[in-house]
């Protein structure tokens, strides 16, 4: 069974700009939620989607935004990035709402906000 | 805040012996998990362990649960260089869809 993949691995933008971040989770999976890991935050959790719905929001700005497709795939968005975004993105899928089974986590994507 | 707090927060060992890290927690959960990150990368799931579970193995790696202490040890046993990375916990808590990750512990495995 193929894991979770996420595109890009790698990002450099700038400031202002905005980003999208792609997930497609293990199949068979229905939930899929988006973490930001900084050294000096850890690991915080954004969002969560589960049947096309975002469910579960963590304590992030509004920029902050996602969305799932029929399919389970997810993409997270940020708008007017700000240097503070500057982290590893990561996603995690797992087949029942996130909490309550285990979570299989992505590679990542290294956002720079230059 | 975080919900799990790893202890202790950096381990450096040799290469063959035990390595134990403890995670506590503060409201009710339905299971924990602990993961591992090596540098830069995803999190490897290492084991999930249920709130009605005391003790799990897997290989090498045995988790204990005190839900009464709200505590979780995981022991890695005849520690090897591959072992060193990054170890977490993460609750899974009643009353709501969350996992919450505790701030890691960082394990070094000398060779």
């Known amino acids: 069974k193929a894991g979770v993949t996420q595109t890009p691995r790698y990002l450099i933008k700038t400031r202002g700009q905005q980003v999208t971040l792609s997930c497609s989770p293990i199949?068979?999976?229905?939930?899929v939620s988006w973490y930001q890991q900084t050294p000096g935050q850890g690991l915080q959790f954004l969002f969560e989607?589960?049947?096309?719905?975002?469910?579960n929001k963590g304590n992030f700005p509004g920029r902050f935004s996602g969305r799932q497709f029929s399919n389970s795939r997810s993409e997270m968005n940020v708008s007017t990035l700000e240097l503070g975004d500057s982290a590893l993105y990561l996603c995690?899928?797992?087949?029942?709402?996130?909490?309550?089974?285990?979570?299989?986590f992505g590679p990542g994507t290294r956002l720079t906000v230059l | 805040s975080q919900q799990g707090e790893e202890d202790p927060q950096a381990l450096s060992i040799q290469e063959g012996e035990n390595a134990t890290m403890n995670c506590s927690y503060k409201?009710?959960?339905?299971?924990l998990q602990w993961y591992r990150q090596n540098s830069g990368r995803g999190l490897v799931h290492l084991i999930l362990?249920?709130?009605?579970?005391r003790e799990k193995h897997s290989g090498r790696l045995r988790v204990t649960l005190d839900t009464s202490k709200k505590s979780s040890s995981l022991l890695i046993t005849a520690s090897r260089a591959a072992d060193t990375a990054s170890y977490f916990c993460?609750?899974?808590?009643?009353?709501?869809?969350?996992?919450?990750f505790g701030a890691g512990t960082r394990l070094f495995v000398k060779a």
């Open positions: 995690a899928s797992s087949r029942d709402r996130v909490g309550t089974d285990t979570q299989y």
């Open positions: 199949s068979g999976h229905r939930s």
């Open positions: 989607y589960f049947s096309e719905t975002q469910r």
């Open positions: 409201t009710s959960i339905n299971n």
């Open positions: 362990i249920r709130s009605n579970e």
């Open positions: 993460a609750t899974g808590n009643t009353g709501g869809f969350k996992t919450i």
